[in-house]
């Protein structure tokens, strides 16, 4: 049952339900990492809206080299997103059985080298920024783009900025209903999507209930921490091609 369970989050053929689940997995994952990596590296790798600003900030400030080394971290997570939408339509192309495995297989396997050696990356630097905090943005971009593509852009997991913006407006919604409602007691739901309005607070919530334990894992254990999500990841990617053929 496990290993079916497992199987059915990344297999090729979707449903809400598999979306949801992959998508707190991914979200948790995506908060450790980000609040993880924040000790390690000073950085929250995934918000891109804040580099951005940040690289515009220190331009009007005449600190170029910073600028320039915000950019290059938003270009590294850019790069993450391209290699998940390259790899997943080469998947498609070649008629793959299992078309989200190679990207998993990947982001584990920079999870375990930034595990094992981050470190010794950050003693090495472009543009003045460590290999540690560009690995990490490439990764956030390569999760992001994953589970976009997996949903269909309904799922986002690597910053909550658009979840907690929806779970508003579909607060507003409901509260509005229910004022109205005593006035108006055959007026219909205002548009409220239950569904959406669920999806968003359990995304946020898994978000930071990953980010409680990256941030806990680095303090305690350090870098080593994200050893364990990235054989999590493997067991995830891998589970499909574990079921029995009968079960393919």
Request: with cysteine; hydrophobic share 55%.
């Amino acid at each position: 049952m496990p290993l079916h369970y497992l199987s059915a989050l990344t297999s090729p053929k979707r449903t809400a339900r598999t979306n949801l689940h992959l998508g707190i997995a991914l979200a948790a994952i995506a908060g450790a990492i980000n609040a993880g990596g924040f000790l390690a590296v000073g950085k929250y790798t995934s918000h891109m809206t804040g580099m951005l600003s940040e690289a515009a900030d220190d331009f009007v400030l005449g600190r170029w080299l910073a600028a320039l080394a915000a950019l290059f971290m938003l270009l590294s997570f850019a790069a993450g997103a391209a290699s998940t939408a390259m790899m997943i339509h080469f998947a498609r192309d070649h008629r793959m059985r299992y078309i989200y495995t190679p990207v998993l297989l990947l982001e584990a396997a920079l999870l375990l080298v930034f595990g094992l050696t981050g470190t010794e990356l950050q003693t090495h630097a472009l543009v003045t920024v460590s290999l540690t905090t560009v690995l990490l943005c490439y990764l956030m971009g390569l999760q992001n783009a994953l589970i976009t593509k997996i949903s269909n852009a309904e799922i986002r997991t690597t910053h909550v900025t658009g979840l907690v913006t929806d779970l508003g407006i579909e607060l507003g919604k409901l509260l509005y209903w229910r004022r109205v409602r005593k006035l108006l007691p055959d007026q219909e739901l205002a548009g409220v999507n239950i569904e959406k309005l669920r999806l968003c607070s359990v995304l946020v919530a898994a978000f930071f209930g990953g980010a409680l334990v990256g941030a806990a894992g680095f303090k305690h254990l350090g870098f080593v921490a994200t050893v364990p999500i990235a054989l999590g990841l493997i067991t995830l990617a891998l589970a499909p091609n574990l079921k029995p053929r009968s079960q393919k």
